[in-house]
């Protein structure tokens, strides 16, 4: 308690304390609306985006399996289109 006592509180209560106060206040609140504010919603855009592209990646990779089943299927049934188109000579279409 002694020490509270000794503390001069008067000075806390001069102008120049309370216009410095004033002032980083009004900095922090520009900095915050100025800066922080838009870069929210740059964070919200990007996010945005980031789901969109996950979106896309997953659909590539069900086309992906897809393809590769089709791949399989191409690659099982290729002797048997040889034969097939072998066996069968092309015939060209009359004019007309």
Same mark, same amino acid.
């Given at each position: 308690? /002694?020490?509270?006592q000794?503390?001069?509180f ?9 216009? !410095?106060?004033?002032? *980083?206040? +009004? *900095?922090?609140?520009i900095? %915050?609306f100025? %800066?922080?504010?838009?870069?929210a @919603?740059? +964070?919200?855009? !990007? =996010? =945005? =985006?980031?789901t969109a592209? /996950? @979106?896309?990646?997953? =659909?590539? /990779?069900?086309?992906?399996?897809? +393809?590769?089943?089709?791949?399989? +299927?191409?690659?099982?049934e290729?002797?048997?289109?040889k ?14």
């Amino acid at each position: 308690m /002694n020490r509270l006592q000794g503390i001069n509180f008067g000075l806390l209560k001069s102008k120049v304390v309370l216009i !410095v106060t004033g002032v *980083v206040i +009004l *900095v922090l609140l520009i900095w %915050w609306f100025a %800066w922080m504010t838009p870069e929210a @919603s740059k +964070l919200t855009t !990007v =996010q =945005q =985006q980031v789901t969109a592209d /996950n @979106s896309t990646v997953t =659909q590539l /990779n069900m086309e992906l399996i897809a +393809l590769k089943a089709e791949q399989r +299927l191409v690659l099982h049934e290729l002797p048997y289109l040889k034969k097939v188109t072998t066996a069968i000579p092309p015939t060209e279409d009359p004019p007309g």
